[in-house]
């Protein structure tokens, strides 16, 4: 007579491959796998779509709730996404958080850093393109930038730009034209912190909602 | 042989191919394509291709009653290797109540030269070197690509397998005689006599040419033609559904996307095969390119620390010193284990339970601290404890570095520049900090007796729980357990045993997992212990492993800045009862180890392993390792005993594949912890070792890779 736990095997089996795929049923290296952060995201790998999507960052949230500026930022495609400022400016430098926990750092509207969007640029060294802004005067400006490869190491890439200085109806407008060794891009700065600009590999549009919402 | 006609007109296709030396463009290269034998090849022959560095690529293929299932996984960017498990129908000798037989097999190859604007990339290969030698062969292969890659040609020379049709006098032969004639048990002249690495037949016997073309028709379509060397005497000779009636092999690639690639094919003359390939790079894991773990904090100048939280309950200023740094922490994803302050210094022990480096555990604590602590604080000292209560590595920052780097372009290099990386003294456990007593539950599925015709043994629920003490003096005790409960086995009737009289110490593996009963997998306690600045010990007694109890102890000594370290393990250990809870049987042995690890840099890693295992043969085993910094990992062992071939019977030595996959790919949001496999094609007497838990060396080296400057990127990370 077959064990009943081989009749079992039938219908579990592939309940278990499936789990296994999906990679939470594998016993996992560390000495004790054993905390409520591992058996959280077990439920959620078996819940798959029937759970709600993953929470909203609540460092977000509690800026959110304590009234913090908004930026508004915009991709290509997709709806927009509210920044939030997360703290005061730090050697002149704001951090704003988004929804889903990644941040964006901008000093004078210019994003010298991103985190966890893709692409991530850890560091970078803009001054020649800051001191042109703030002097309004075209010409060439290195644009330096440190990023973080897939495999966490960092990567060290310059820019040669071109900034120039141009009317619009809601002011003048400054386009930086960058030319790199394996790619290019192009910046523009607005009046009033609006701006378009390279993140994450993605043009994206930012425009300062400017009070506490 | 029929394919004499083909080989006149392959004769003058590739040395025309070969021999013209002209590129007319110095093309990037295509990604190869994986024949049926899951290595780069046109179909069934090889290429000189190699893939990415670091590609681990897996193939399905079938064809004429074979079917193939392979990993293959591009150690360096010139040296590959490969493990072929295949399903035979058909085969002499096979056994009638079993209609498949199962073959393991190894491949390696090694480009001697790489592809130039004006000569072609040449490989030099074995193919099933470490396994049944049904596909035993190697080849000296040249590719080259011509037309701005579009089409690649190859021509190459085979011996054993791959000199099999269309052969002729070996041309090392008139080097010497030695190469005249291949010594017996060649195309698996002998099933079952298995896994000799068997340097006897290497380019031995008649050797015969082959080769192909390929032709990128579109972006995503690839067509291939390729005359084969390999006559398929074995499985021609007893399958009715397969005949080799032409050497000629022609097939089309279709690319998806996402790294798939369709091979359909039309094979020696009668045959239509299929082959699925997919592959992914530990360089760069399928998920979100900056991971999932969201932004970390960023530094809070002193001066603008009071404004820092909005108004938010974390600020400086509010409540105990002690519970905001440990809420600071919290919100990381780390656990304030101690924390002590005394002037303008803060000395934090924690516990990373999110993130798979170190150094970034540590980054986000320490920018975490300057948003909480007071202003007069300077100096942080971090030190990361691991489960078992260790504290190899503290890391102390000054402040006013942090707050000058955060948006420095050199940022990290300069920040580990400044860093002060060494051991430091342990204090008491914070109060407050989380309970030392974790458990949880979790599935689990694999085999636990490794049988080729078993791919799959069980399947079920795992509870563990654990208890750690600090004892203060930078030592511990942890007391832990690991119950089973199996749901789910596969053909748990026939499990088998050795030939051999027993006792046996592993070969009979396979009874401890017929029982479906609550298993007690282990249940032990620990003393883990720093006696000098580079010293680390482990004592540990209880129910080690499913198959043995006793006692274990182990010394570690791994210097902070040396790539090499040395250990020492010996256990008194006694086979437990099949059914896996307290018992136990009569053998009993004496296990110990010395051990030698290095680390090459690079994420290359060797072991050694010298001296008794549990059936009490002496041996070593080598273990190689690439580890990626996403957390990947692969490597191979072997272990060489004084038990003979012979006694060890199918498969002649232990080897294995070990593979880690990082959590964080796998569950989808960050974690600290990996998922590894270890795949050994036979479990056997000979060169078996214990599995035990908390071996030192891994756990001691993780955290001294806070002192690695390549992973300080992820310090602001």
Request: net charge negative.
């Amino acid at each position: 007579m077959r064990h009943p736990a081989h009749i079992l095997s039938r219908a579990l089996l592939p309940l278990g491959l499936l789990l296994s795929l999906a990679g939470c049923a594998v016993p996992l290296a560390s000495s004790n796998p054993a905390d409520g952060t591992f058996n959280r995201a077990v439920l959620r790998q078996v819940g798959g779509g029937l759970l709600p999507p993953a929470p909203v960052d609540p460092r977000y949230l509690a800026l959110q709730e304590a009234g913090a500026p908004v930026l508004r930022m915009q991709a290509d495609e997709g709806a927009g996404v509210a920044l939030r400022r997360d703290g005061p400016a730090a050697d002149g430098v704001v951090r704003w958080r988004a929804p889903d926990g990644a941040a964006i750092d901008m000093r004078n509207g210019v994003v010298v850093a991103s985190r966890s969007t893709a692409d991530d640029l850890m560091f970078s060294d803009l001054a020649e393109l800051q001191a042109r802004l703030a002097s309004g005067q075209p010409g060439l400006a290195r644009r330096f930038e440190n990023r973080m490869t897939k495999d966490r190491t960092l990567q060290l890439q310059t820019y040669v730009c071109t900034v120039t200085r141009a009317a619009s109806p809601a002011g003048p407008v400054t386009r930086e034209d960058c030319a790199g060794p394996d790619d290019g891009f192009i910046n523009s700065y607005g009046p009033a912190g609006g701006s378009q600009q390279r993140v994450g590999g993605r043009m994206v549009t930012f425009s300062p909602e400017g009070s506490r919402s | 042989m029929k394919s004499v006609g083909w080989w006149s007109l392959f004769r003058s296709l590739g040395f025309a191919l070969a021999l013209c030396g002209l590129s007319l463009a110095a093309a990037a290269q295509i990604r190869p394509t994986l024949g049926f034998h899951g290595t780069p090849g046109i179909l069934e022959m090889p290429t000189a291709d190699m893939t990415r560095d670091a590609d681990l690529s897996f193939t399905l293929s079938s064809f004429g009653d074979m079917n193939r299932g392979i990993a293959h996984f591009q150690f360096t960017p010139r040296l590959a290797g490969t493990f072929r498990y295949s399903a035979l129908q058909n085969i002499p000798n096979q056994s009638p109540d079993k209609p498949y037989y199962f073959d393991r097999s190894f491949d390696i190859s090694y480009q001697i030269m790489t592809e130039g604007a004006r000569r072609p990339a040449l490989t030099l290969g074995l193919r099933d070197f470490g396994g049944t030698g049904v596909y035993a062969g190697e080849y000296l292969v040249a590719t080259k690509g011509f037309f701005d890659n579009r089409l690649r040609g190859t021509i190459g020379l085979g011996w054993g397998r791959l000199g099999s049709a269309g052969s002729f006098r070996n041309p090392l032969s008139y080097l010497s005689d030695n190469f005249r004639t291949r010594p017996d048990n060649v195309t698996g002249a002998s099933l079952g006599n298995v896994g000799d690495v068997d340097f006897g037949q290497w380019f031995k016997g008649d050797a015969a040419l082959f080769g192909g073309v390929q032709y990128q028709a579109t972006d995503r379509l690839l067509l291939s033609a390729e005359i084969s060397s390999d006559a398929y005497e074995l499985e021609g000779s007893a399958n009715p559904g397969f005949h080799r009636d032409s050497p000629v092999n022609i097939g089309a690639t279709y690319r998806f996307d996402n790294g798939l690639d369709l091979t359909g094919a039309y094979l020696y003359g009668n045959t239509l095969g299929l082959a699925l390939s997919y592959r992914i790079n530990p360089k760069a894991p399928p998920g979100p390119p900056s991971g999932r773990e969201g932004a970390g904090p960023a530094v809070v100048p002193r001066d603008a620390a009071v404004l820092a939280s909005w108004g938010l309950d974390d600020g400086p200023q509010s409540g105990d010193e002690t519970a905001r740094v440990r809420a600071a922490l919290a919100a990381q994803g780390l656990t304030l284990l101690a924390y002590e302050r005394q002037g303008a210094r803060v000395r934090v022990q924690l516990r990373n339970d999110t993130y798979l480096s170190e150094t970034q555990a540590v980054g986000r604590a320490a920018r975490a601290l300057t948003g909480v602590l007071p202003p007069q604080v300077e100096i942080l000292t971090l030190t990361p404890v691991t489960d078992t209560g260790l504290a190899p590595t503290s890391v102390t920052l000054r402040r006013s570095d942090l707050e000058e780097l955060d948006h420095d372009l050199q940022g990290a290099w300069k920040s580990y520049a400044r860093a002060e990386i060494a051991q430091d003294r342990t204090l008491p456990l914070d109060p407050g900090a989380a309970s030392p007593l974790r458990y949880g539950i979790s599935l689990y599925t694999g085999t636990r007796h490794s049988r080729p015709d078993h791919p799959l043994a069980e399947t079920g629920l795992r509870f563990d729980a654990s208890y750690l003490a600090s004892l203060g003096n930078r030592s511990s005790l942890l007391l832990s357990g690991q119950l089973r409960q199996p749901l789910a086995l596969v053909e748990r009737d026939s499990i088998p045993l050795p030939d051999t009289p027993g006792p046996w110490a592993r070969a009979d593996a396979g009874l401890y997992d017929r029982d479906t009963g609550l298993e007690i997998r282990e249940l032990m306690a620990e003393y883990f212990f720093q006696p000098g600045d580079a010293l680390y010990g482990r004592l540990s007694m209880g129910y080690l492993e499913q198959m043995y109890g006793g006692v274990s102890g182990e010394l570690l000594w791994s210097p902070l800045d040396s790539p090499l370290a040395l250990g020492a393990e010996l256990n008194l250990v006694r086979q437990r009862a099949t059914d896996g809870l307290f018992g136990f049987r009569d053998y009993e042995t004496a296990t110990g180890f010395v051990s030698a690890y290095y680390d090459f840099g690079g994420g290359y890693l060797a072991q050694i392993d010298a001296g008794r295992y549990l059936a009490q043969d002496w041996g070593a085993t080598l273990t190689l390792t690439r580890e990626f910094e996403s957390g990947f990992r692969l490597g191979v062992f072997a272990t060489q005993t004084t038990m003979s071939a012979e006694e060890f019977g199918e498969g002649s030595f232990d080897k294995g594949i070990i593979f880690s996959v990082p959590g964080s790919w796998l569950f989808g949001q960050p974690s600290e912890r990996t998922a590894d496999f270890t795949y050994r094609p036979l479990r056997a007497e000979g060169g078996a070792r214990l599995d035990l838990s908390n071996r030192l060396y891994e756990p001691v080296r993780r955290a001294q890779q806070l002192d690695d400057p390549q992973d300080w990127g992820s310090f602001w990370r």
